[in-house]
């Protein structure tokens, strides 16, 4: 018996088809992609890749990296509570670690450079080309880690003609973008592009504490790019971006709480699945900045071209956490609860990346892309955390005046890391027949990491009688590691037809080594080398396009195992995130994108990923509060276990419909967008009361707009079904001995209407 959950999802899937549609045809446009390095079709791509172009991210109201996963089905986003914390997962596979010094097993490229973490891909997207979603180890071409995938995002070229957008969005709570693009010609041999944006949002986490609403957002970038072509063989191209987030989040709200304590201290704030109150008295900030620039030049030199990426970036985050989530304070805490109002830290980067390639041009019987990549890293990171409790009776009273225990505890922390990494790679496709290729390449690389972490042991000076968090000494450690590794792709595709084509694969991932840099860890933690992570990856797709390519079909079968996998799982015995080697897991599933246009007023896309990610080898897992399987120890076999936030089953499916109105000169259109997800669990340490079960989403919008695109005017519901979904789900850190399950929950767990007005000069 289907569920309400799957009957309004059913109701959704079937909102998509009410549109009516005459019986012309028209052919789906023809994507092209850069998943191998150079601009190709992608039916002829042997990759399994989600193209999402600019115009669709538009159309679908996506504005931010987080929120492709509505289009693309493999692409999971876990949201922590500052920008260090969230994570990207592809095919259930991502890292979500707090440790600076550990690599994403997901990659973020932009305009053709390779983001060293993956919160400085977090954000915006101002004027996007599309968006290529590749799944699977793309080590071979794509710079350093990719154990797991790439987002590669790629902006806007300058246009032939002068022209200005203009766009602006208002949406309940208070919500409002604005955007503007200038872009054009600049003589006969060089164009620009300026685009800029800025939105401002209030919180939708109502604070009892001050009366005033969290989790607001506001933000602005700009981004500028220059193409020049001093002569008929070099083409040069220079970017330039500036973005700062000033967000008064990430305040998680009570889903679960068995404590009497903890509840009689929040309120009137409750804890609850659909709960948007909190009542915390410290001030909560995620404020990040970066900036940086690139140059790349293109040198045609006949049957080949040339291509040099220069690029320095520059990340900043400062972030605050209430990790007590009440209105206790320092110096009046209460028995039983221990104050947790700092938490608070900085980190700073920048980096510097070189890559040089060779790409063959033509079609003859061979075809090459060989190159090499370079790339410096500095990381610094600064953390200070307090902490007051009290201990004795009766439980519930104020601490300090009735002779009870006070113990403020305190401690500072700095670390820098600085990794270097060289690397050559290449790939060859050999066009052995006129319905064969075979292709192979590989990458090997050398890394090294430097780190320095230091704590003084010595309190932080707010308040008298501060002593050192307990069992943390002074720490001042120096560690140096490095590693060669080596990645590589080989395989088949055959041309069936025109038409259809398949390919099967091996690929071999790699993700560099890493160790535990945070607050807590022990000067044997900062030495204890994380090994790197390895991935064997098996695929065989089929890319086919049919009915006079109105419909398009691509289909891919992976099966991928990883060992040594890098996580972080949460310790009871000692109350702390541990970076450790997860031993080994795997993911194996099935997906497909499809796109239909049975008319030229009419298109249907859409697309599912059945991932199975488990793991298949952990013997020594963390334990979480009252685990049956731990009785009398804080370690157990996780075998078996999911993966976190990693779903089974994801569908997203969409259609749109613009057509001419009557005789009034415009064009009316309606939009329906609908994502599920199977359910999940948020902890690797397979914790029940931190599961998630199935959610749907759907976005609706409709409008109208001028034929030719001078303007477009769209109504839009976000999350129209009204469905609460989290995410991330996590045990209290302070009260463990109670089951007690906090929750961050985006602004889309609620439905919420607004409007969007373009205009084209």
């Known amino acids: ?32 992609v850069t998943a191998q390095r150079r601009e190709q079709r992608l039916e002829d791509v042997p990759v399994a890749v989600t193209s999402i172009s600019g115009d669709m991210l538009s159309k679908s109201l996506i504005s931010n990296v987080e929120d492709i996963g509505k289009l693309a089905p493999s692409v999971s986003f876990r949201e922590g509570q500052d920008t260090r914390g969230s994570s990207i997962n592809i095919r259930g596979v991502g890292t979500a670690v707090y440790s600076a010094a550990v690599e994403p097993s997901v990659s973020v490229v932009v305009d053709g450079v390779v983001l060293q973490r993956q919160e400085q ?13 590749l799944r699977g180890p793309q080590s071979t071409l794509f710079g350093k880690g990719a154990s797991a995938g790439v987002i590669n995002i790629v902006s806007k070229r300058p246009s032939k003609e002068m022209e200005a957008v203009f766009e602006a969005t208002v949406a309940e709570l208070n919500e409002y973008n604005g955007r503007a693009t200038v872009s054009g010609p600049l003589g006969a041999n060089a164009g620009f592009r300026v685009t800029a944006s800025v939105t401002d949002r209030d919180g939708y986490i109502h604070n009892f504490y001050d009366g005033r609403d969290v989790n607001g957002a506001f933000y602005y970038g700009a981004r500028a790019l220059f193409d020049v072509k001093p002569n008929d063989w070099l083409k040069l191209t220079f970017i330039g971006d500036y973005a700062r987030r000033e967000n008064e989040c990430c305040q998680w709200v009570g889903k679960k709480y068995t404590s009497p304590l903890l ?21 909560i900030f995620n404020d990040s900045e970066q900036f940086g620039g690139s140059v790349e030049a293109n040198a045609d030199l006949g049957s080949s071209t040339l291509t040099s990426i220069t690029a320095y970036r520059r990340w900043n985050l400062e972030s605050n956490s209430d990790i007590d989530e009440t209105p206790t304070s320092d110096l009046n805490p209460v028995v039983g609860e221990t104050n947790f109002n700092l938490n608070e830290g900085e980190t700073d980067f920048y980096q510097l990346t070189q890559e040089l390639r060779l790409n063959s041009n033509g079609s003859g019987p061979i075809e090459y892309v060989v190159g090499g990549f370079m790339s410096y890293l500095f990381q610094e990171r600064i953390f200070e955390r307090r902490t007051v409790s009290c201990t004795g009776a009766p439980v519930g009273a104020s601490c300090p005046g009735i002779g009870l225990t006070y113990t403020p505890r305190s401690g500072f922390f700095r670390t820098e890391v600085e990794t270097v990494h060289y690397s050559g790679f290449g790939q060859l496709d050999w066009h052995a027949t006129d319905k064969l290729t075979l292709f192979g390449g590989g990458r090997l690389q050398y890394e090294e990491m430097k780190v320095h972490s230091t704590r003084p042991g010595l309190p932080l000076p707010a308040y008298p009688g501060d002593t050192v968090i307990p069992n943390l000494g002074p720490l001042d450690a120096y560690f140096n590691l490095h590693d060669v590794g080596w990645s590589a792709r080989a395989g088949a595709q055959y041309a069936f037809s025109d038409t259809m084509k398949g390919y099967i694969s091996y690929g071999r991932g790699y993700k560099g080594p890493a160790t535990d840099v945070t607050l807590n860890a022990t000067p044997a933690d900062v030495k204890r080398a994380v090994d790197p992570e390895t991935s064997n990856a098996y695929e065989i797709g089929l890319k086919a396009r049919f009915f006079d390519r109105r419909l398009s079909v691509d289909l891919a079968a992976f099966w991928v195992d990883y060992d040594d996998f890098q996580a972080q799982a949460f310790s009871t015995a000692d109350n702390r995130f541990i ?11 099935i997906e497909a994108d499809i796109q239909a246009k049975p008319t030229d007023e009419w298109l249907i896309f859409g697309g599912f990923t059945f991932a199975n990610a488990r793991i298949v080898n952990f013997p020594a897992g963390q334990c979480y509060l009252a685990d049956p399987d731990c009785v009398g120890t804080n370690r157990k076999p996780l075998d078996g276990g999911q993966l976190p936030n990693a779903p089974e089953w994801k569908v997203s499916v969409g259609s749109r419909y613009e057509r001419p109105l009557f005789n009034l000169g415009v064009n009316g259109f309606v939009q329906a967008n609908y994502s599920w997800q199977d359910d999940i669990v948020f902890d690797l340490n397979q914790n029940p009361d931190t599961s998630q079960k199935a959610y749907g989403l759907l976005d609706l919008s409709f409008g109208v707009g001028d034929p030719s695109g001078a303007y477009r005017v769209t109504f839009f519901v976000k999350n129209a079904l009204n469905e609460h979904y989290a995410t991330w789900l996590l045990q209290d850190f302070l009260q463990t001995t109670t089951v007690n399950i906090n929750q961050l929950v985006p602004k889309d767990a609620d439905r919420f209407v607004g409007a969007t007005v373009q205009l084209r000069f």
């Open 1 to 32: 018996m289907l569920s309400g959950k799957r009957i309004r999802g059913c109701v959704a899937l079937g909102l998509l088809g009410v549109v009516a549609a005459p019986p012309s045809y028209a052919a789906v446009d023809e994507i092209i």
């Open 121 to 133: 891909g977090f954000g915006d997207l101002i004027d996007i080309d599309r968006i290529e979603v």
């Open 263 to 283: 509840i009689s201290l929040i309120a009137p704030a409750t804890a609850g699945k659909e709960s948007r109150t909190t009542n915390s008295n410290a001030r």
């Open 579 to 589: 970076v450790q080697n997860a031993g080994s897991v795997r993911t194996r599933g």
